[in-house]
């Protein structure tokens, strides 16, 4: 069966600076994808960022990139320049290539960002 | 445009009653998942429809049933209601329902809570 698990229940970091959320997944695909969603207060689930995992590039959206390592199978999200807006649950999902929408979601990171 | 649209966004039940929540996908979207997420723990996915057909059911019990209708918005169902029911209800659209191609996005969710 294929897990997904965030091992950090909560992180706090300073506005401005830069915070790593850890990921890790177990799988014996070879073809998925992974993601990062943000759940704000507001509730409404948002994707940060997406990983093709035959792709060897890591992804990149503005201040959101990943550290995607396959043979690891770690994927972690390093927001650069935290903004207050950041504060959020974050958590980390994946999906076959060739399934449906079906996505397998770890527990989440709740992120604190300071003023 | 108007995203994701679920009702009722919060509702109290009591053990043993019925619940049908109603989600209305982006115009255009043609598939439509359910997922189910507890206080504190990662959305599980429930159910997903495309073109009125389930293409996808979570490890849920039969008590939980879906249906999709022409104008591709979707209702869950949850029969004989128990405490551990108590969750918030999300419901994501996408553009297609097979082999995933593009992004998932997400009501905000009906909060349910069983007394």
């Known amino acids: 069966a294929q897990t997904v698990t965030q091992s950090q229940p909560e992180m706090s970091v300073q506005e401005a600076e830069t915070v790593t959320l850890s990921c890790t997944y177990d799988?014996?695909?070879?073809?998925?994808?992974l993601f990062w969603y943000k759940q704000p207060p507001s509730r409404q689930m948002i994707l940060v960022i997406r990983?093709?995992?035959?792709?060897?590039q890591n992804a990149t959206e503005n201040r959101f990139s990943v550290n995607f390592q396959k043979a690891a199978k770690s994927f972690s999200l390093k927001i650069s320049d935290s903004q207050l807006g950041d504060t959020a649950m974050y958590f980390c999902?994946?999906?076959?290539?060739?399934?449906?929408?079906?996505?397998?979601f770890g527990s989440g990171t709740r992120l604190l960002v300071r003023p | 445009d108007a995203g994701v649209t679920q009702s009722p966004t919060h509702l109290i039940k009591t053990r043993g009653q019925h619940v049908t929540l109603r989600c209305s996908p982006i115009s255009g979207h043609k598939s439509v998942s359910w997922y189910q997420q507890v206080l504190g723990q990662g959305p599980q996915f429930i159910f997903q429809?495309?073109?009125?057909?389930?293409?996808g059911r979570g490890n849920f019990p039969d008590r939980f049933s879906a249906r999709q209708f022409p104008n591709y918005s979707s209702e869950l169902n949850v029969n004989a209601l128990l405490l551990g029911d108590s969750a918030l209800y999300l419901c994501?659209?996408?553009?297609?329902?097979?082999?995933?191609?593009?992004?998932?996005?997400f009501g905000e969710g009906s909060r349910l809570t069983v007394l």
């Open positions: 799988t014996s695909e070879s073809n998925y994808y």
């Open positions: 429809y495309y073109e009125k057909e389930e293409r």
């Open positions: 999902a994946f999906t076959w290539m060739d399934s449906s929408y079906k996505l397998i």
């Open positions: 990983q093709e995992a035959y792709k060897q």
């Open positions: 994501a659209s996408s553009l297609e329902g097979g082999r995933y191609t593009g992004e998932l996005f």
